[in-house]
Structures are given as structure tokens and as C-alpha cells.
């Protein structure tokens, strides 16, 4: 009889076993889904950040030309350039929040620097503050500095591993204000 209890008792203890390993196992899988799940929504949210950074960007440079501070896309009027970085900022807002909802630490703080970079250069290409080529040079220099910051900032909160591109800021001397003037 007491073969018989051994039995039933070692049948019964792998089955704790065994349930325990699997509760374990499903808790890990979800663990790691879920982390899954939200390192697609913070790439998101970072692939959308920086698409409306370009934008803006793309708007204060061209305001920029038309101002003279810089040699560059063709020029636009006051109105439609004012116009575009207006609208710009209003997304940049919300995918700025969304960012800073999402990200870690480092990656919010790179974030906060880059939109800072970028309101730099577009209150310069607005006239909201007086600039002259040089400082848009310098700005632009910032702002490039910044990007790459948070492209990095990027990287480590998604896992992703090499140093990614960074852009080297060489100055280019047959360019104004010496700066090579690419996004």
C-alpha cells in the first residue's frame, strides 16, 4: 500500500510541478509580449515625433531662404511659410506628448532639446527673434546636434544595438555661415 501512496504522491507533485512551470512560462510569454507590444508603440510614437520635426524644419528653412539667412530650398511667402509651421507645431504638440508619455528618461529629455532646437530655427525663420545667417548657422548646428542625441536617445530605449549613423557636423567652407545646411 505504501508503494501505491508514492505513486499517487509523486503523480501529484509533478502535476503541481508541471502546472507551476506552465503558469510560469504563460507569465513570462505575456511578460514579454506586452513588452513587445509597447516597444512597437514608443517606435511609433518616435517614428512620428521625428516625421513632424522634419516637417517643421522643412518649413523653417524654406522661410529661412526667403528671409536670406540661408542658401537653400526654394523660398516661399511669409504667409504660406508662417502658415506651415504653424500647422507643424500644432502636430509636433501632440507627438511631443506622446513621446514624452512613452519614453524613457534619457529619450524625453533628448526629445525636449531637439523641440527646442527646432523652435530656435523657426522663431529665427519667423522673424520672432532677430537672426542673421551666422546664427541660423550656429542654430542649425544645434539642432542637427540635437537630432542625433535623440536618434541615439532612440536606439538604447528600443534595444537596438551599434551606434546607429550619426552625422559628423563638418563645416563646409564654399557654404554661408560655413555649415553644411542638410537635414
Partial sequence: MSSWLVTLA??????????????????????????EQWSAKRFE?????????????????????THGLLDG??????????????????????????????????????????RAAVWQLSDYARGELPAERNDWAVAYTTYR???????????GDLGIGGPGFQRRHQTTPAEPGGVRQTS
Avoid: C
Avoid at 509533478?14 to 510560469?24: C, F, I, Q
Fill in 45 to 65: 510614437a518616435y517614428r512620428e515625433f521625428m516625421n513632424v520635426m522634419h516637417v517643421q524644419v522643412g518649413a523653417a528653412r524654406s522661410l529661412a531662404t
Fill in 10 to 35: 509523486s503523480a501529484a507533485g509533478g502535476g503541481v510541478l508541471a502546472m507551476a512551470a506552465t503558469t510560469v512560462t504563460d507569465h513570462l510569454r505575456w511578460k514579454r509580449d506586452r513588452a
Fill in 145 to 155: 546636434e540635437a537630432r542625433d542625441t535623440f536618434q541615439a536617445a532612440v536606439r
Fill in 73 to 114: 530650398p526654394p523660398p516661399v511667402s511669409e504667409e504660406e511659410g508662417v502658415r506651415e509651421i504653424a500647422e507643424s507645431d500644432r502636430t509636433l504638440a501632440l507627438a511631443y506628448e506622446t513621446v514624452q508619455l512613452l519614453g524613457n528618461e534619457r529619450t524625453g529629455s533628448a526629445a525636449h532639446a531637439w
